[in-house]
T-cell receptor, first 114, second 110 residues
Framework: DTGVSQDPRHKITKRGQNVTFRCDPI?????LYWYRQTLGQGPEFLTY????????KSRLLSDRFSAERPKGSFSTLEIQRTEQGDSAMYLC????????????FGSGTQLSVL | RKEVEQDPGPFNVPEGATVAFNCTYS??????FFWYRQDCRKEPKLLMS???SGNEDGRFTAQLNRASQYISLLIRDSKLSDSATYLC???????????FGTGTRLKVLA
């Protein structure tokens, strides 16, 4: 399967713990996105990478959230000191760029903060 | 005004019916538009891009109305398998921050 891969699929954690999610985009896609989705809502933009450069970050993101994309390949999203309000589906997507703007999503990581 | 607005539904239609959804957007300079389909607890999947001239893919037709700032999705001859949430996506100018609507739920009834 050469689609976008996310790990883990599910994460249950206690409030105050740190969590890290991984995303492997479609190979050769130079754009990578993180979105968050809660029940009954559309995906909400978190951040965007062009290769290894983080070019946009949502103002909604607090300092507890950080994302990296070393070497322009896979990406990680870390949430520090998790809160119950962080419970959501975290979706990663990639896009080829170069005039092709379609987004391809991974299966997501469902985070539950107890 | 929200950047992208959709009627959340649900739209309950019988098999074989034709159903249409609209989605309005606030940034008149937006250039790229998409419809995504999302099944319960699954990731969004691209249904179709929306071009200025409109486009059709089998039973699905997407159209763009720039003057009124909305895009539409028409589904003909609805199938039970069309039951899903349909997400409208707009890419504003000068950014790669795709904006999603809240989605419109469709339920096709036997």
């Amino acid at each position: 399967d050469t689609g976008v891969s996310q790990d883990p699929r599910h994460k249950i954690t206690k409030r105050g713990q740190n969590v890290t999610f991984r995303c492997d985009p479609i190979s050769e896609h130079n754009r990578l996105y993180w979105y968050r989705q809660t029940l009954g809502q559309g995906p909400e933009f978190l951040t965007y990478f062009q290769n290894e450069a983080q070019l946009e970050k949502s103002r909604l993101l607090s300092d507890r959230f950080s994302a990296e994309r070393p070497k322009g390949s896979f990406s990680t999203l870390e949430i520090q000191r998790t809160e119950q309000g962080d419970s959501a589906m975290y979706l990663c997507a990639s896009s080829p760029g170069a005039g092709d703007e379609k987004l391809f999503f991974g299966s997501g990581t469902q985070l539950s903060v107890l | 005004r929200k950047e992208v607005e959709q009627d959340p539904g649900p739209f309950n239609v019988p098999e074989g019916a034709t159903v249409a959804f609209n989605c309005t957007y606030s940034n008149s300079a937006s250039q790229s538009f998409f419809w995504y389909r999302q099944d319960c607890r699954k990731e969004p999947k691209l249904l179709m891009s929306v071009y200025s001239s409109g486009n059709e893919d089998g039973r699905f037709t997407a159209q763009l109305n720039r003057a009124s700032q909305y895009i539409s999705l028409l589904i003909r001859d609805s199938k039970l398998s069309d039951s899903a949430t349909y997400l409208c996506v707009v890419l504003p100018p000068g950014t790669y921050k795709y904006i999603f609507g809240t989605g419109t739920r469709l339920k096709v009834l036997a």
